[in-house]
């Protein structure tokens, strides 16, 4: 009955737009299209959400060409909510040649960071009409181990998708399928003795969006997903 309803009003105001359209009101046409679009909707706040900021610092890293198929953004043709248009569906698993053969799970590089370094952030780039967003990930992994040096030296030039978990449980990935996030690595060794060394990573990705949510989650600690 619901989706009837909304089905009813939306066709309800299409009509209506083409009329205005039609009898030379253009501008009231346009304001009321504007309206149309599947999944806009009011900006409520509940009280008493909790709304605290950071990241665990755990995460997860796929390198680009150690993964077949990568988890998409699929919108439905019609009836899409507003959580459809920002969460990718599916699971990192590798497709074997044979098509009989049921795809495996892709295993990831699990890393830790320092607690409180974990940032995540979206800016919008581009001129009007043509706009998106770049989203950014920057975290610190602490020494000057050789494991620090090796693994900066292999991100460096390597394009992947990283998986991040904020204080709730959701989990989020930046860099998309075609749209890879490339990692900057720096080093700092410090000055004093009591300066922090070790390597700081910042990651970019392209994106309709400012954060995709993963729809299936993974362990963070045993970089694997739950058994089902």
């Known amino acids: 009955m619901k989706k009837f309803l909304q089905f ?33 909707g009011p900006l409520d706040w509940p009280v008493g959400s909790e709304n605290m900021g950071g990241y665990k610092n755990r ?3 796929f390198p680009a060409g150690s993964v077949d198929i990568v988890p998409e953004i699929i919108i439905p043709e019609s009836g899409a909510s507003a959580k459809d248009t920002v969460t990718a569906k599916g699971k990192f698993q590798n497709n074997p040649v044979a098509p009989e053969v049921t795809p495996t ?3 990831p590089v699990t890393i830790y960071a320092t607690k409180g370094t974990v940032q995540h952030s979206a800016e919008n780039q581009g001129d009007t009409d043509g706009q998106s967003f770049i989203q950014r990930l920057a975290y610190f992994h602490p020494g000057n181990k050789a494991e620090n040096a090796a693994f900066a030296r292999k991100v460096n ?13 959701t989990q989020y990935m930046i860099g998309s399928k075609g749209l890879p996030a490339h990692t900057k690595p720096a080093f700092d060794g410090g000055a004093a003795a009591a300066d922090r ?20 989650k993974f362990d963070m600690e045993t970089g694997t997903y739950p058994a089902p």
């Open 8 to 40: 009813a009003i939306t066709l309800t105001l299409f009509v209506l737009a083409i009329i205005l359209f039609t009898t030379g009101n253009a501008d009231a046409a346009f304001s009321l299209a504007v309206v149309l679009p599947v999944g806009f």
């Open 59 to 61: 995460m997860l890293f």
């Open 105 to 107: 799970d892709a295993t």
């Open 157 to 169: 030039n390597t394009p992947g998708y990283y998986v991040i978990e904020d204080p709730d449980g």
């Open 197 to 216: 060394k070790g390597m700081t990573f910042n990651a970019e990705a392209e994106s309709f969006v400012p954060y995709v949510i993963l729809e299936t």
